[in-house]
């Protein structure tokens, strides 16, 4: 494997694709990077699930819960994986056709595909997603099932973006050690120290707080943080729910999307929407703080990327917790919040096509800093 300082140095382009656990659509987003550090960033792009898409996940999600095989696609998963395909070809074409990229001049796609099941404990993750039927539309070479070898080696397999955030982080002058959160469904960090670095998964992000609200009310989130804001957070539930053993762990550590419902599941019957959802915005900026003891030392600030940096009821909560770091969103930072994730693909995607590790035994578990991705070729 070819060390960093030997890996070849030039600029290409990559588009980089993620749909994350919250599932509610594509991010695409094109960069230019060398795999170590980021030359510019390219445009961005969402592209949305209907709602009869996001059924269909649902569907797939629940019936990926019983999958004992990878590579098993029973028949609400087939469907859902050419769901998935199709959305994630979709987007790229429009940023293509946006933005006058000719699909020759695109490197490589990172296509992360979307998460059903991530039980690394059992040796499985389960990302559906067609790389090769996505490289045959496109034209354009695809890498994609980026967690599986590290699960493989003994590793988590997540989270994969330590090492663009560090890339990031690199490009501020912000005094370390700087914590990077993203808030999708599941809350992870990237602890950045120089050049040493250390992720997991917090846990729960917007997962638990969105299917609350969409049982309760139809809602797919707490837009602007409004019904959290109204409530009142039920302080003794925080202290009962955060003595799951998970938050006791030390990193690295990762999680499945439904980790933590059968664990707040009756928590929160009697209470209404607006105290039901500022008790679990809590609860997700009570894990997120209650990582900082299991840290070499305490992060001196932490930049917010995710659904969950458009939660300002979220953003005070962690504020108030994780006093006196300065905690900021990734807008704020000169990031984009909404397409980071996405970013980061296209930075893994070419850190495989050169060999160069995209987990760390500080960051995943992993035995050795490891490679990853298969590659497909249109």
Avoid at 1 to 9: F, G, I, L, V, W
Avoid at 120 to 144: H, K, M, N, S
Avoid at 214 to 230: I, K, V
Wanted: glycine share 10%; proline share 7%.
């Amino acid at each position: 494997m070819p060390s960093e300082r030997t890996a070849e140095k030039s600029a290409v382009l990559a588009i980089g694709l993620m749909s994350g656990t919250s599932q509610d659509g594509v991010d695409v987003a094109a960069i230019e990077t060398d795999g170590e550090t980021v030359a510019r960033f390219g445009p961005t792009a969402h592209r949305s699930y209907s709602g009869n898409e996001r059924t269909v996940l649902r569907r797939a999600s629940a019936a990926g819960a019983n999958l004992t095989d990878r590579a098993a696609r029973p028949d609400v998963v087939a469907q859902a994986e050419q769901l998935v395909t199709v959305a994630h070809a979709e987007a790229v074409e429009t940023v293509l056709a946006a933005n006058a990229i000719r699909p020759r001049d695109v490197s490589v796609v990172g296509f992360h595909g979307q998460t059903l099941l991530h039980r690394p404990e059992r040796g499985l993750t389960v990302q559906i997603g067609d790389g090769r039927a996505l490289a045959a539309r496109l034209g354009i070479p695809v890498v994609y099932d980026f967690r599986a070898a590290d699960v493989a080696a003994g590793g988590q397999g997540a989270p994969l973006a330590p090492l663009f955030h560090r890339a990031l982080v690199g490009r501020s002058d912000r005094e370390p050690p700087v914590a990077v959160l993203n808030v999708g469904g599941v809350a992870n960090v990237t602890f950045i120290d120089g050049e040493d670095l250390i992720a997991c998964d917090t846990g729960p992000g917007n997962a638990l707080l969105d299917d609350f609200l969409r049982l309760r009310t139809g809602r797919l989130l707490d837009t602007d943080g409004r019904a959290a804001q109204a409530g009142v957070v039920d302080e003794e539930a925080i202290v009962r729910l955060i003595r799951h053993p998970f938050f006791a762990k030390p990193p690295p550590k990762s999680l499945d999307r439904n980790e933590f419902r059968g664990w707040v599941a009756g928590a929160l019957d009697e209470r209404s929407v607006e105290d039901g959802a500022a008790t679990l915005t809590a609860l997700t900026a009570a894990t997120i703080a209650g990582i900082v003891p299991l840290l070499p030392r305490a992060p001196k600030s932490w930049i917010v990327a995710g659904g969950g940096a458009r939660n300002p009821t979220l953003m005070r909560m962690l504020a108030a917790r994780l006093a006196p770091a300065r905690v900021e969103t990734g807008d704020a930072a000169g990031w984009s919040i909404d397409s980071i994730e996405a970013q980061a693909f296209a930075y893994l995607a070419v850190r495989s096509l050169r060999g160069l590790p995209i987990t760390l035994p500080t960051t995943t578990g992993a035995p050795h800093p490891l490679t990853g991705g298969v590659l497909v070729k249109p």
